[in-house]
Each structure stands twice: as structure tokens, then as C-alpha cells.
């Protein structure tokens, strides 16, 4: 992926702007640049990727490995795939040329779906 911003903590403040200028709020904006924050950190430090560009889908599935070996709860977990994988869908949207995006940031779910257990696959 290319991009006029390359670095992804620079992208992360893009976007949280963005969603300021929509109105989010303070603590959605805090838990949003938090969560996010957690997957770049995770890219930086245990992948050394530092740039959009560097980024592949290989790191987005080491990511989700680390994640479940830390036995986070269901909703935990959920959330930390759904945020970054909302962040970088909004990324995959972005003008590289102009920094300019060609539609609005995803929306949130209203609600958490629960997690898929044995029983109901069996359904």
C-alpha cells in the first residue's frame, strides 16, 4: 500500500482527526487511538515495520495470533481486530496522491456480536 503519510503513527493522528471533525467523541477517540496504537506498536516492535507501504497481510494475521495468546475475553478480542481493521480499511480509501479520502470512516457496530462457541455451530 502506498501513501503520501507513510508513517503509520501519522496515520493513526489522520484519522483520529478526521473522526474529531465528525464529532466523536473524547473517550471513542481515546479508546479508538488506543486500540490502534496497541497493532502499530505490535507491527513496530515485533515486526519491525515502521511505514503503510511495509505493511502485508502476513502481519495482519501475526497480529491476530498475538492477540489470542494473550486469552483476552471475547470482547476484547473483538475489539482488537475490529478497530484496526476499521482504521486500515479507511486507509485502503484514502487518495495517495491528494491525503484527501473518498468516503467516510466506517462506522462502528451499535453492538458487540458474541463469540462463536462449539454449540453454535451446531445449530
Known sequence: ???SFGDLWDALELWLN???????????LKGYK????????????EQDVHTLGD????????WMN????RNL?????????????TWWNWMLRMEP???????????????LSSAVTAASLNR
Open 1 to 3: 500500500m502506498t501513501s
Open 55 to 62: 505493511v502485508q497481510p502476513p502481519h495482519i494475521l501475526l
Open 97 to 111: 496522491d491528494t491525503g484527501s479520502h473518498t468516503a467516510a470512516p466506517p462506522k462502528a457496530p451499535c453492538c
Open 73 to 85: 475475553e471475547p470482547e476484547s478480542l473483538f475489539n482488537y481486530f475490529r478497530v484496526p481493521r
Open 34 to 45: 488506543d486500540n490502534v496504537g496497541r497493532f502499530i506498536q505490535f507491527l513496530q516492535e
Open 18 to 28: 478526521t473522526l474529531a471533525a465528525q464529532n466523536a467523541t473524547g473517550a471513542t
Open 66 to 69: 498475538y492477540c489470542r495468546e
